[in-house]
């Protein structure tokens, strides 16, 4: 006797169609996300080749049970916890989709992520920062590379952001800067964290975007391509052409593009502002993350002003 047989409406009855096999809740999957950026899509894509590589596109769903599965992830050399870790947010949509689909168990369950160290910060130094813009300066940059450079350093904006900014964002009466978009490969995006913000601009971000004016002033966007005179498609050419060669010249130690950042940020730390204040100008989702990521900086801004505090309670205890 078979319950669900003889009460086909049953939570554990098999819904009608039979079992789908692996490569076809793996397109259907992929389907559920045709609302993303192509850069996403493309990386999804990638990840479910490696699967349907793995477990085979003609295995039927009911045969990839929690054994199967854990065996098949962990023996794979995988290059890096971390692409593990990105990988198995599609696996995991897939199982889940057809347990709704199939009424399936989810092999899934208890395959937890690989764990790995995150790469640290390595943010250039106040000295270094002026030193890099000083040099493309001195080897004749375009002013709209530099300027590019100059704002980035001074708003720690995410460069997929600094170039979707428009002159439409930019408040000059208050000196501050909407940003509610991105730009990745071409095509415009949400923000990270799908929440606008308002950045507040120093003088020097301030300067960079009147020289922006009056060499860019006709674009509907603020930084754009001195060879194309088009906005910046992505971060590789300003990287290539303008922040390699500036830091080579200047003797800097090589690091990415995206550091200035991370320069922004302990930058901000180390005049001792709001480490709030600065999660709120950076977007991040809450201000978690930057005590998270900023913690040796933030330890390090206040100067031995709390170790002071320590010293005076305690000094005086026998």
């Known amino acids: 006797f078979v319950y669900w047989e003889f009460f086909p409406d049953s939570p554990r009855a098999k819904k009608p169609g039979g079992t789908k096999n692996f490569g076809e809740m793996c397109d259907l999957w992929f389907a559920t996300k045709g609302r993303l950026a192509s850069k996403s899509l493309n990386q999804y894509r990638n990840a479910l080749g ?14 990839l049970t929690h054994a199967t599965v854990a065996a098949k992830v962990g023996s794979h050399p995988w290059a890096s916890a971390k692409l593990l870790n990105n990988y198995l947010i599609c696996l995991r949509g897939v199982f889940k989709l057809a347990g709704r689909e199939m009424d399936l168990s989810n092999p899934m369950d208890g395959i937890e992520n690989s764990k790995h160290q995150a790469t640290p910060p390595d943010p250039l130094s106040r000295a270094e920062m002026d ?10 940059m375009p002013a709209e590379a530099i300027c590019y ?16 900014l ?4 930019v408040d000059f009466a208050s000196n501050t800067a909407n940003v509610s978009r991105a730009r990745t490969d071409g095509e415009y995006k949400p923000l990270k964290t799908y929440n606008a913000r308002t950045v507040d601009l120093v003088n020097r971000a301030m300067e960079a975007l009147v020289t922006m004016s009056r060499v860019g002033a006709a674009s509907e ?11 910046w498609h992505d971060e590789r050419s300003q990287r290539d052409h303008y922040w390699k060669p500036a830091l080579k010249k200047a003797g800097i130690r090589y690091r990415r593009a995206y ?13 001792g502002v709001n480490p709030t204040y600065i999660s709120r100008q950076m977007g991040h989702a809450n201000a978690k993350m930057l005590f998270t990521v900023y913690a040796k900086w933030i330890d390090g801004s206040d100067r031995g002003r709390e170790k002071a505090k320590l010293e005076a309670m305690l000094g005086g205890a026998e």
């Open 50 to 63: 490696v699967w349907k590589g793995m477990f085979g596109e003609a295995t039927p769903m009911d045969k």
């Open 221 to 231: 966007f603020v930084f754009q391509n001195p060879v194309t005179k088009r906005p």
């Open 131 to 140: 030193l890099v813009l000083k040099t493309m300066a001195d080897m004749k």
């Open 166 to 169: 428009k002159w439409d964002d």
């Open 149 to 164: 450079f100059e704002f980035a350093f001074m708003t720690g904006m995410r460069p997929e952001e600094i170039i979707a």
């Open 259 to 271: 550091q200035t950042r991370h320069t922004y940020a302990t930058n901000a730390l180390s005049a």
